[in-house]
């Protein structure tokens, strides 16, 4: 019995001696509000604004999710209507369904979306996360875009997992030792 405990205390120290920690960090595009609107010939803005987040997620472990919001507002229009933003790329790939047009609402910045887009990370080294956001009907104003990268950290150990095996495991016998020459 006292053996079987034994064992059991070993797995369990061996088993934390190398865990992971989940987290997650979120990088921005540069804040600046940008007016979209329709091109109908009659107004200023951009139809379409390409908007750049830098990234780097080389240091952060094994990398979990990734999602893409965009913080946009309405403005006071005389004459309320019905506005609506598109995202039409994500670096340089044209997106597929996944990615439903929104109705912009509401003078103060909301985000919207949150669009999966793992699949476009680099994972190597830092670089930069590229989409095309399209006013589809209407006018708004861009204000900001965030990328959130969810990722497994592995946690760092003080002692080396194989030095501290070869330490301990001698001690533990030797602990059986003295075990047995006391019973007998």
């Given at each position: 019995m006292k053996k079987n405990i034994s064992l059991l205390v070993l797995a369990v120290v061996l088993g934390f001696s190398s865990f992971a920690q989940a987290a997650s960090t979120t990088f921005y595009s540069h804040p600046h509000p940008v007016d979209l609107q329709m091109q109908n010939g009659l107004g200023w803005g951009f139809n379409n604004l390409p908007v750049d987040i830098d990234y780097d997620v080389s240091g952060l472990g094994t990398i979990d999710s990734a999602y893409l919001s965009v913080a946009l507002s309405d403005d006071i229009d005389l004459f309320?209507?019905?506005?609506?933003?598109?995202?039409?790329?994500?670096?340089?790939?044209?997106?597929?369904?996944?990615?439903?047009?929104?109705?912009?609402?509401?003078?103060?910045?909301k985000w919207y979306w949150e669009i999966d887009v793992l699949s476009y990370l680099n994972m190597d080294f830092a670089d930069e996360l590229r989409f095309l956001l399209n006013a589809e009907r209407g006018d708004f104003e861009f204000h900001w875009a965030k990328l959130t990268v969810g990722y497994t950290a592995d946690a760092v150990s003080a002692v080396p997992v194989p030095a501290a095996l070869f330490l301990f495991a001698p001690a533990l016998l030797g602990f059986f030792g003295l075990r047995r020459k006391a019973n007998a």
């Open positions: 309320p209507r019905t506005e609506w933003a598109d995202i039409t790329t994500i670096n340089g790939r044209l997106q597929g369904p996944h990615v439903i047009r929104q109705e912009i609402d509401g003078n103060l910045p």
